[in-house]
């Protein structure tokens, strides 16, 4: 069973950065669509970044476009969220979310959290203004 374990979160001022990290234990990162979702109280659990298995395409949310920046390593079975310029309105849990990109269109589903299979536990994001 694929476990999830993400990191990074933290509090910080608005206009700095944090570098989220989601460890996928698995032998199936390699073949694995990666997505950040975020979601704050009273909200829906909203896309912010995916990227496919071989790093080739990412896609961001608009609100997230310049700032924030996905990545992964399949040496490492990792994949990481990079966010600069941040913004109180970021605050939110992120949550890491994997599933096989095998045969799938990526364009229409990176961005539907119901595609995804395995989610991790969150990690809290606080911005303070």
């Known amino acids: 069973q694929v476990q999830l374990v993400e990191s990074g979160g933290g509090l910080v001022q608005a206009g700095g950065s944090l570098r989220l990290s989601c460890a996928h234990s698995g032998r199936t990162f390699s073949r694995n669509l990666m997505g950040w979702f975020r979601q704050a109280p009273g909200k829906e659990r909203g896309f912010v970044a995916a990227i496919t298995w071989s790093g080739v395409s990412t896609y961001y949310a608009d609100s997230v476009r310049g700032r924030f920046t996905i990545s992964r390593d399949n040496a490492k079975n990792t994949v990481y969220l990079q966010m600069d310029s941040l913004k109180p309105e970021d605050s939110a849990v992120y949550y890491c979310?994997?599933?096989?990109?095998?045969?799938?269109?990526?364009?229409?589903?990176?961005?539907?959290?119901?595609?995804?299979?395995?989610w991790g536990q969150g990690t809290q994001v606080t911005v303070s203004s």
């Open positions: 979310a994997a599933r096989d990109q095998s045969g799938m269109s990526v364009t229409a589903i990176a961005r539907n959290p119901r595609e995804y299979r395995v």
